[in-house]
Structure formats: structure tokens, C-alpha cells
């Protein structure tokens, strides 16, 4: 009879056996790779951590007992020990979310899944803790080596040595991986500690010398190993670098055997101090389609056949990602002192073509965005053109540097922002919304918004050509549009998409949104309402061709993928103010909060962002219905327009 189903709570763990452990081990993995195979979602890591998962709720109680995952795209197995085995919609409206989240339950903490903040967190729980007289409770972080390469994991350790009186655990998982191999020199560092020949013998020679004399033989091993550490670190330094921040350092352990596991975390739980207990695991473990993946071992997947681990995708079209590749090298082919830089994530954001033609003119920092900015104002300053691909959604982790490294030194950087906007599953510490109204307060920023391929090989050009400010390209997640043609470019650079003699309505299209503005206009020319449409292909600084157009028209409507709060329709609208036009401002966006997943569909349909409501509302204005305009979910207002004497 299978174990998984009868497994509601950690604490149903405390009656099986060893075997028992190991069979429902080998059930996990049959059941992530089966469900997450139909959903899509992060199968690699959850592979890597079953049995160090399946250790830790044995040894800890959550929820008294807090764990954090950094990040928590390897917390499904965490869901599955603690009640969550409905995967039918995970990561879709209604079904589990990708990442730890509250509202399931109360043993998630963190939901963030922006990595290295989690030692901050196990810092302030753990002295929170403490300072309320639950000194007993243990707190639990779990940070995959990746993590370590980022400034606030080393921020969050001098802090945590500094205060020893509580019981923090620190669980360095260590597959060598984050989305791809470790770059850096920690990963150097814990490399030789996984390979040390000299460790890995030694250690297991012991381990069947002691087994052989039965219990009294395993218990003396288990005491003995503790004592080792001091000897093997000869071999190994493991030890070293924690012992100078005053952290008690376990390991390293094997992450797949629960056995050792359990029993290195009992240690590290009877301390009473912070602990560091360094495990070995294998990110896709036990589904060789994963393990024979080199890019990123199936860290994140969509639908695939769970046999071969073969795509069902249907494909709908080349991916922003794949055109600003090509065009990326092409740039670079053509301008010596273009190089590229990101934080972790070369293949994600397309810059793997880029590394391959050109290795010596790629830098990947890690999971080091602060660091990644600040340095390129340092290229930029000896001379060199750097593009910074990033998600957009982890863009703010930097915003001091584009502010004060970037913009105030008036460096020449291009930042390329994968991933803007309305990402859908991953939730909301993933959408990539924030950009858009955080950037632009960047004294003498560009930020441009590309409507299709095309457009984006078009404005890379144009950026990396700009030597004395801060550039940004931004656009979205999927498949880019097939070629948007326009009518007439303007003096400046914007786009004139659709135009009718009578000048009702002004729709600016952002990025994503201009095919959306050619829709809405043509619905609007069914009910005799006139429509520009105009791309800025620069949305900021606003265009002196857009203060023009406007105050010939009657009413503009900003449409966006961003926060409607501080977006670009609030910097029309205050353009326009100082212009002295006075025409009416609609800016339409996504809600200011923190939208849950959901496809991207589904979230512009609840902010009213779709273009039969969008239309719909425009001529309720236009015709003088008192019909409010949507301008996203939960906010409505009325303009009121005189009648066109045009319109019938």
C-alpha cells in the first residue's frame, strides 16, 4: 500500500520505519515527476531535496518549528509533508502556488522566493524568538549553495555569529547548481569539499570499519565523525570558513541518505547555538532526463512527456528571449566594446548564444544583482558598453545602484529586463510589474518598451549606441508578436501605428499593449469614434511628438504592463500638465498589489485589460453615457467628454 496518501502531517512521519522512509522517498519522486510533468513547474530542485525534506520534518516540528526555503521553488516536497497533495492545478488560479505561500498553510513563512534573504529571515525569527521567551524553538533555513554567491546571505552570517544564544540551524543544500552551475569562488570553494578524494574515502572506509561491529560500532562512529572534522579539514578545509564567523560547521552529508541526515540534524538541533550543516545532494535525482540535461538539470520545466522528459508545449511562436540572443551577438559582432553581464541566469536570459561567440566578453556575477550594476558602471567608466540581462522581477534588488552607480554617474549601461510585466504562474514575487514605475525616477533614464522582434533589435541598437545614460529594454514573458508595421515615424523616434482624420482618442500602446491599442481602435472605428495609435518605442523620456498629438485629441488612454501607480500614464499625464494640455488622461494598468498566480489571461481580464472592455468603455465616455471606466480591478471613475459632433 502506498505511504504518500496517508502522510496529512509531518508528525505521520514519526511512526515509519527506515525502509519506510526510503519507500515513501522513491513515491515523492514518482509523484513530482508524474504531476509536475502535466502542470509544468520547478521539477529539478524538488528532486534534489526528498530525503533532506523528509529528514527535516522528522527532526523539526513545524510549524512551532519555522522552516525557511531559499528559494522556494524546492519547497514542493515541504507542500507534500504537510497536507498539500492536490498537484492537479499547481501553479494555475485555484491550485497550489510554485512557492511557499501563507494562505495554504501554516507552515510556510516565506514567500518571497527572491534568494539569499532567507538567513536574514532565520536572523530576525531566530532572535524574535528568543526575545518572546520561546527560546526552545528551533528555526530552520534552508539555502541552496546558489544563494551564497548573494552579498545578504554573507550580510546575514556576520550578523547571526554575532549572537549565539539561540537555536538556528542554517542548511546549506549543495547541488552546485542554481539555475546552472555555481560560478564564483564559494563555488570553488564547496566544489573541492564534494570532490576532496581524501574526505570522501577516508569517511567511508570509517563508516564500514564501524557498521561491521553493529550498534555499539555505529554509535562510536557517530561520535567519532564529529571529531573528525577537525582531522579531514586538513584535507578539505570545509570547516574554516565558518569556524572564523564563529558558526559551528556539520558535514558535509550525503543529502540522499535520511539516516545520516537525521542524525547530523539531531546534532546541529542540540547545540543551542547557530549551525551550519553542509549537504551534499544531486539536483534531478532519480529521473535521468533531468540528470542528463546540462543546461540546468530540468530546474524549471513546462508540460513534458514524464517518460522521456520530452516537451508538450505547443510553440506559439519565437520567444523574446531567442530574438534578443540573435540580436545580442549581432550587436556584439558589430561594437567591440559591447559585453554582457547577469546574475546567474546566462541561459534564462538568452545570454548563452552571446557567451559561446563571444566567452572572453561574458560575466555572470551569481545571484549578485546589487554587485552586477555597480560593476558595470565600473566597465562603463574604463570604457566598455555593458548589457545587464535581469528579470525584471528581480530588478529592485538593485535600484540603489541604477539610482547612484548608474544614473548618477552617467554611465553608459543597457539593462535588458527578461520577463516584464504579467509573468502569470510564478505569482507574485515574480511578476515583473515594479519596473516600470521604480525606473523612470532615474534621473535621465531611457526606457524602452519594444512591440515586437523587430522593434527590439531595432532600440538594442539604438541603446548600446547611447554612451552618457542609464538604457532599459523590458519585455514580456513568451512568444514575440509577428511584426507590427507602422504607418509613419515620427521626428523623434515615436511610431504612428493607426490614424483617422476625425481625432477622438489617443491610445498609446506600451510595449506588449500596442496590438492590444490597434485592437481597441478598431472597435472604436465600428462605433464612428476616431483613434491614433502610436507606439513610443522610447516610453521615457515622454516625446515632445506625444504632447502634440494629445492636445489635438479629446482624450488619451496610456495602456501598460506595469503598475498604473508612478507608470507611464502618470508621467503623460504630468508632461502634459506642465505642457499646459489639458486633455483628459485614462491611464490603464495592473493593479497596485500583489497579484496571486494565475495565467496572464486571467489577470489582465480581472484589471479590465482586455480590449472589448477597454473599447467598451471608451465609447460610453465618448457617446456621454455615465458609464464608468475601468481602469483596474476594484477602481472605477467617470470622465466627462463633450459630444463629438463628428460622431452620429
Known amino acids: 500500500m502506498p505511504i504518500l496518501p496517508s502522510i496529512t502531517g509531518p508528525r505521520d512521519l514519526d511512526r515509519l520505519s527506515p525502509d519506510q522512509l526510503n519507500e515513501l522517498a522513491t513515491e515523492i519522486r514518482s509523484f513530482l515527476i508524474e504531476n509536475v510533468a502535466r502542470t509544468g513547474g520547478h521539477l529539478g530542485p524538488n528532486l534534489g531535496v526528498v530525503e533532506l525534506t523528509i529528514a527535516l520534518h522528522r527532526v523539526f516540528s513545524s510549524p512551532d518549528d519555522p522552516i525557511i526555503f531559499d ?11 504537510t497536507g498539500r497533495q492536490d498537484f492537479s492545478e499547481l501553479r494555475a488560479r485555484g491550485g497550489l502556488a510554485g512557492y511557499p505561500q501563507r494562505a495554504e498553510s501554516p507552515h510556510d513563512v516565506v514567500e518571497s522566493s527572491h534568494a539569499s534573504s532567507s538567513l536574514s529571515w532565520a536572523d530576525g525569527v531566530s532572535r524574535a524568538l528568543t526575545a518572546t521567551g520561546r527560546a526552545d524553538r528551533h528555526v530552520v533555513a534552508v539555502v541552496g549553495d546558489g544563494a551564497l554567491t548573494g552579498g545578504m546571505t554573507w550580510e546575514a552570517l556576520n550578523n547571526i555569529s554575532d549572537d549565539n544564544d539561540r537555536n538556528l540551524v542554517i542548511v546549506v543544500n549543495d547541488n552546485g547548481r542554481s539555475y546552472a552551475p555555481t560560478i564564483g569562488g564559494m563555488s570553488r570553494y564547496l566544489n573541492r569539499v564534494r570532490t576532496a578524494a581524501a574526505y570522501r574515502d577516508l569517511h567511508h572506509r570509517s563508516d564500514r570499519l564501524f557498521r561491521a561491529f553493529g550498534p555499539f560500532g555505529r554509535a562510536l562512529f557517530r561520535g567519532v565523525r564529529g571529531g573528525t572534522h577537525g582531522f579531514l579539514s586538513r584535507f578539505t578545509n570545509n570547516a574554516a570558513l565558518y569556524s572564523n564567523l564563529d558558526i559551528k560547521y556539520l558535514g558535509p552529508v550525503d543529502g540522499h541518505d535520511i539516516g545520516a541526515l537525521q542524525e547530523t540534524l539531531q546534532l546541529a538541533k542540540g547545540f543551542g547555538a547557530p549551525v551550519i550543516v553542509h549537504v551534499i545532494t544531486e539536483k534531478g535525482r532519480g529521473y535521468q532526463p533531468a540528470l542528463d540535461d546540462e543546461a540546468d538539470q530540468f530546474h524549471s520545466v513546462g508540460r513534458i512527456d514524464p517518460k522521456t522528459g520530452g516537451s508538450l ?18 550587436v556584439g559582432a558589430r561594437h567591440d566594446d559591447v559585453i554582457a553581464m547577469t546574475a546567474a541566469m546566462l541561459r534564462p536570459t538568452g545570454l548563452a548564444p552571446f557567451a559561446e ?12 544583482e546589487q554587485h552586477a550594476v555597480a560593476s558595470a558602471a565600473g566597465l562603463a567608466f574604463g570604457g566598455l558598453h555593458p548589457v545587464v540581462a535581469i528579470y525584471a522581477t528581480f530588478m529592485g534588488r538593485a535600484l540603489d545602484q541604477v539610482l547612484m552607480d548608474v544614473g548618477l554617474h552617467k554611465a553608459g549601461v543597457t539593462f535588458v529586463l527578461d520577463r516584464a510585466g504579467v509573468t502569470g504562474p510564478d505569482g507574485p514575487s515574480h511578476h515583473g510589474i515594479w519596473d516600470l514605475s521604480m525606473l523612470q525616477i532615474v534621473p535621465g533614464i531611457r526606457i524602452a518598451a519594444p512591440r515586437d522582434g523587430a522593434r527590439l533589435q531595432e532600440v538594442l541598437e539604438e541603446a548600446v549606441s547611447i554612451d552618457d545614460a542609464p538604457t532599459v529594454i523590458r519585455y514580456p514573458k513568451g512568444a514575440a508578436p509577428d511584426e507590427i508595421p507602422a504607418i509613419e515615424r515620427l521626428d523623434d523616434g515615436v511610431d504612428v501605428l493607426a490614424r483617422d482624420e476625425t481625432e477622438d482618442v489617443l491610445l498609446i500602446g506600451i510595449g506588449p499593449f500596442a496590438s492590444m491599442a490597434l485592437d481597441v481602435a478598431q472597435r472604436l472605428r465600428a462605433q464612428g469614434i476616431g483613434a491614433t495609435v502610436i507606439d513610443p518605442r522610447w516610453a521615457i523620456p515622454v516625446q515632445p511628438s506625444i504632447v502634440e498629438l494629445a492636445a489635438r485629441h479629446r482624450l488619451v488612454i496610456t495602456m501598460e ?20 494640455v489639458d486633455t483628459a488622461v485614462d491611464e ?61
Do not use: C
Not at 508545449?313 to 549581432?330: P, Q
Not at 498604473?564 to 508621467?571: A, F, H
Open 313 to 330: 508545449a505547443k510553440s506559439s511562436g519565437r520567444a523574446w528571449t531567442d530574438v534578443f540572443a540573435e540580436a545580442l551577438v549581432d
Open 561 to 580: 504592463d506595469g503598475i498604473r501607480v508612478g507608470g507611464i500614464g502618470t508621467r503623460v499625464r504630468q508632461v502634459l500638465r506642465e505642457a499646459g
Open 357 to 368: 561567440r563571444f566567452p572572453d566578453r561574458v560575466y555572470d556575477v551569481g545571484i549578485a
Open 71 to 81: 528559494t522556494g521553488h524546492q519547497s514542493y516536497v515541504h507542500k507534500l509533508l
Open 588 to 648: 490603464l494598468g495592473v493593479p497596485d498589489a500583489f497579484i496571486d498566480h494565475a495565467s496572464r489571461e486571467q489577470i489582465l481580464e480581472d484589471a479590465g485589460l482586455t480590449a472589448s472592455k477597454i473599447a467598451h468603455d471608451v465609447v460610453a465616455q465618448v457617446l456621454g453615457r455615465r458609464v464608468p471606466m475601468a481602469r483596474h480591478a476594484g477602481e472605477t471613475g467617470a470622465i466627462e467628454l463633450p459630444l463629438n459632433p463628428n460622431l452620429r
